[in-house]
Nanobody, 131 residues
């Protein structure tokens, strides 16, 4: 059974970069057809998809976050990471790393932007943007 664990700082200052890493066990990020993504939940709001990466390294990001977002992977350590630049207090949220259900299209250039398509999630990590 796959397990995902988020790690990174819980406090980031405005205008700085938020960096989180997801360590995956019980499954490889380079085999089978899955999307590996980041989802967040701001206080008092619903889940928001941030972006995702596939086993082939294809990435896609939420249009609302656009060029501030980058997802990369470290295949030797079975990890993938999120960087969100120029953060503001609106980026305060619980951040989850997650894996989609299996689907053939995740072996091509496609990832789902629906949080509900990501069946397996980590426990989440609180990130607060504040000076």
């Amino acid at each position: 059974q796959v397990q995902l664990r988020e790690s990174g700082p819980g406090l980031v200052k405005p205008s700085q970069t938020l960096s989180l890493t997801c360590t995956v066990s019980g499954g490889s990020i380079t085999t089978s057809c899955y999307a590996w993504g980041w989802i967040r939940q701001p206080p008092g709001k619903g889940l928001e998809w941030v972006g995702a990466i596939t086993r082939n390294g294809f990435t896609n990001y939420s249009p609302s976050l656009g060029s501030r977002t980058s997802i990369s992977r470290d295949t030797s350590n079975n990890q993938f990471s999120l960087q969100l630049n120029s953060v503001t207090p609106d980026d305060t949220a619980v951040y989850y790393c997650a894996r989609s259900g299996p689907a053939y299209y995740y072996c091509s250039d496609y990832v789902s932007s629906s949080p509900g398509d990501y069946d397996d999630r980590g426990q989440g990590t609180q990130v607060t943007v504040s000076s």
